[in-house]
Antibody, heavy 118, light 113 residues
Framework: EVQLVESGGGLVQPGGSLRLSCAAS????????MHWARQAPGKGLVWVSR????????SYADPVKGRFTISRDNAKNTLYLQMNSLRAEDTAVYFC???????????WGQGTLVTVSS | DIVMTQSPDSLAVSLGERATIDCKSS????????????LAWYQQKPGQSPKLLIY???TRESGVPDRFSGSGSGTDFTLTISSLQAEDAAVYYC?????????FGGGTKVEIK
């Protein structure tokens, strides 16, 4: 059974840092591109970042470029999102998701809440 | 970036009746090399993560009831729930995965009348 379990969310002050993790199981993790998306309270879904299977290629949404870093450890079957210089507008539930080849995001984690506030 | 526009923002439908949600993209998401529309539909219930319902615009994900169907091509797409059940109350999102950044529609909240 495919499972994605996020962790690492919490309350952080503006300007602070946080590292999210997404533990994957039930599939060959290194074979899949992975994504992070976020959802601000009461709002819609927004793509944040993606990484290819071996970690050699990454991409970021403009609002997080230069502040967030996506990475993966295929030996540990874990995806990461390092978030620095956090702002109030980064407050959201963060989801990791698996992309099925060239297709859609077929599995999502349950999400982890990040709150940026003083 | 491709902008995805959903309509309506919300709708209330009686049990057993049809619900229709539209999604329009600012650029065609039909890839000419494989003739596939890179368009998916997701269902999200409160406190849960999105669940994949439809991909390639009209292919139902395994385990999704056949009352859910997707149609359309190019820039105009529709999600139809043929006979609304109580468990279908949720927010529905379209998503294009044709190009980076992948973008989502603003969501349509479906309520039971």
């Amino acid at each position: 059974e495919v499972q994605l379990v996020e962790s690492g969310g919490g309350l952080v002050q503006p300007g602070g840092s946080l590292r999210l993790s997404c533990a994957a199981s039930g599939f060959t993790f290194s074979s899949y591109w992975m994504h992070w998306a976020r959802q601000a309270p009461g709002k819609g879904l927004v793509w944040v970042s993606r990484i290819n299977g071996d970690g050699s290629s990454t991409s970021y949404a403009d609002p997080v470029k230069g502040r967030f870093t996506i990475s993966r450890d295929n030996a540990k079957n874990t995806l990461y999102l390092q978030m620095n210089s956090l702002r109030a507008e980064d407050t959201a539930v963060y989801f990791c998701a698996r992309r099925s080849g060239e297709g859609p995001w077929d599995y999502w984690g349950q999400g982890t809440l990040v709150t940026v506030s003083s | 970036d491709i902008v995805m526009t959903q309509s309506p923002d919300s709708l209330a439908v009686s049990l057993g009746e049809r619900a229709t949600i539209d999604c329009k993209s600012s650029h065609s998401v039909l890839y000419s090399s494989d003739n596939k529309n890179y368009l998916a539909w997701y269902q999200q219930k409160p406190g849960q993560s999105p669940k994949l319902l439809i991909y390639w615009a009209s292919t139902r994900e395994s385990g999704v009831p056949d009352r859910f169907s997707g149609s359309g091509s190019g820039t105009d797409f529709t999600l139809t729930i043929s006979s609304l059940q109580a468990e279908d109350a949720a927010v529905y999102y379209c998503q294009q995965y044709y190009s980076t950044p992948s973008t989502f529609g603003g969501g349509t909240k479906v309520e039971i009348k």
